[in-house]
């Protein structure tokens, strides 16, 4: 299956990073939407069908921590990758507890984000045995 088939959903609140973000993850063929809050998030969740999400931690309006409880209960099986510059975020139970798929230490490095979310999606589309 083609990256174009696949839509990823950025949630960043720093332009520069939402921007290389943007611009990587295009490049790979992915459709890729942008938010700067986690209440855009939910908006575009509402509205679009999106194959993955990949947030920053903290955004204005609505913590990534506030916001992934709401997207789950929606959208339980969405993989989520999260981005922080708090070392040691990915220990963090309650990240645990959200099931996510992936944890990025900021600066991301930006071929093994592109290597996870290849990953992901790929899991996302093997047929269940």
Known sequence: MKNENFTILVAEDEEASRLLYYEELSDEGYRVITADNGLQV????????????????????????????????????????VASAFKGMENDFTLREFKISGFFAKPVNIDGLKAKIRQILAEKMAPIA
């Open 42 to 81: 939910l908006g575009t969740l509402e509205d679009q069908k999106v194959d993955l999400l990949m947030t920053d931690i903290k955004m204005p309006d609505m913590h990534a921590l506030e916001m992934i409880p709401k997207v789950r209960e929606e959208h339980p099986d969405l993989p989520i990758l």
